[in-house]
């Protein structure tokens, strides 16, 4: 069969930029995007820890395969499951080994919050800890979960171990098929099953890349990842894989049962190549073209995604009233650290206007407030009387209402259903701006 068409892949790489973009790419990574320089020589990791760990337990290289894997040597050992993970631990550590030049590459895309992996290594990790430098890994393994299913939200970026990862404790990560069969048997039952990891997987788009999977192995890893029937789903998925791209049986089922699902048929190596080049010439463009870095006149608007449409509104409204406004989220551009751009543009506005609704006093966690809390410590430095924060309600919502934030409880609110905005508020917001910015030495 012959190999997708030039329009198709240039449709999966339109996919994939478009889902960096938005923040809605998650990447799954598999041990086949693993190699390490040994002596000189570069080796597939897993094949290395094999030969380490029979060389550590006198198993000779006549008794293995030409090519062994880590399952061969392991079930050699038998049942002295200790010796086997201490010695995998003992051999990982003490080589201190770099994390791979492609995983470097996937960890400078910024915009990519969470990356899964399937292998028990910390080179994901030690990568976005070189990449990005400024923000602290979150690393957690099965069955944790992760701290939200709004990836795109995430304050530092999170590696998320699906098979486990390295330690000494017996079972803590997958060494043989054996444990690979127990451990998607735990995810399918439901019994430890990491609910809001499987939430941000099913509703976002999927980038496999060194998955190594038999065909069936694919299809049971998509389908229990989406939690429906692969031709209901409308999120996307990309596989990056030698031997996908060669499984004709597979090729011929995603495309009756998941046409979503695009089979790429570069190398690995070609494949980041070519992501790291489109991925620069998009974010090269937008920043020549776009400034996401706001004048010290603006406004900063913030709210929850669910009223995303009403704040737009406010924006349209004030953006006609000769203001300049920043719709957070929305404003970020390809390449920038989302978190560090969000708490320089509070401090660099002149009028922050924080969208109150059901929905913000119905949820009890969202990155808004994390907005709304920078915007008042930022405020504590004013003198009394200075108007800084400017608070809306956009629908019946009472504004003494216990479940309002607290800090704009004692500031007056202002009402505006459905985001109409009245000639006074715009009159409030063009005085505040007007202060703000003499304030500050920039009128």
């Keep these: 069969m012959s190999g997708p068409s030039t329009v198709q892949l240039e449709i999966a790489w339109s996919v994939l930029i478009e889902s960096i973009v938005e923040g809605r790419i998650i990447p799954i990574l598999g041990s086949e995007i693993l190699e390490i320089n040994d002596n000189g020589i570069q080796i597939p990791f897993y094949r290395w820890v094999a030969l380490r760990l029979a060389e550590a337990n006198d198993i000779r290289p006549n008794d293995l395969p030409a090519e062994p894997t880590l399952n061969d040597v392991v079930c050699r050992l038998g049942d002295d499951r200790q010796r086997v993970y201490s010695t995998i631990k003992h051999i990982v550590d003490g080589a201190r080994l770099k994390p791979p030049a492609i995983l470097l590459k996937l960890a400078a895309i910024i915009p990519i919050k969470l990356f899964v992996v399937l292998t028990f290594d910390p080179f994901m990790t030690a990568a976005l800890d070189v990449v990005r430098s400024s923000t602290r890994t979150s690393d957690r393994a099965y069955p944790e979960d992760i701290p ?37 048997y735990e995810i399918q039952s439901g019994e430890k099953r990491p609910k809001i990891l499987f939430d941000a997987l099913a509703n976002n788009n999927l980038l496999f890349i060194g998955c190594n999977f038999s065909d069936w192995l694919s299809r049971f890893l998509i389908r229990t990842a989406k939690g429906k029937r692969l031709s209901n789903k409308s999120e996307k998925e990309i596989l990056v894989d030698t031997a996908a791209s060669k499984d004709n049986n597979l090729i011929i089922f995603l495309k009756k049962f998941s046409p979503q699902t695009y089979v790429m048929p570069d190398k690995m190596d070609d494949f980041i190549n070519e992501l790291e080049r489109r991925w620069g010439e998009h974010a090269n463009l937008d920043r020549r073209n776009h400034k996401s870095d706001m004048p010290h006149n603006s406004i900063f608007i913030s709210y929850c995604r669910e009223d995303v449409d009403i704040a737009g509104r406010i924006a349209a409204i004030l953006d006609k009233s000769g203001f300049n406004v920043w719709l957070d989220r929305r404003e970020i551009k390809p390449g920038e650290d ?106």
Excluded at 365 to 378: L, S
């Design 148 to 184: 939200s299913d709004k990836i795109n939200e995430l304050d530092t970026p999170v590696v998320y171990h699906l098979f486990g990862k390295l330690t000494h404790n017996v079972g803590g990560y997958v060494v043989s098929d054996e444990d690979m069969l127990e451990r998607l």
């Design 338 to 443: 989302f978190t560090r751009t969000i708490q320089n543009n509070i401090e660099k506005c002149s009028c922050f206007i924080p969208v109150i609704s059901e929905n913000t006093s119905s949820q009890n966690e969202g990155y808004f407030y994390r907005e709304w809390r920078w915007a008042c410590e930022r405020s504590e430095s004013f003198a009394p009387g200075v108007r800084f924060i400017l608070p809306v309600i956009i629908d019946d919502t009472e504004a003494h209402s216990p479940r309002i934030f607290r800090e704009f409880c004692r500031l007056d609110i202002a009402k505006l259903p459905g985001g109409e905005v009245p000639d006074q508020f715009i009159e409030l917001v063009r005085q505040t701006v007007r202060d703000n910015t003499k304030r500050r030495g920039h009128g």
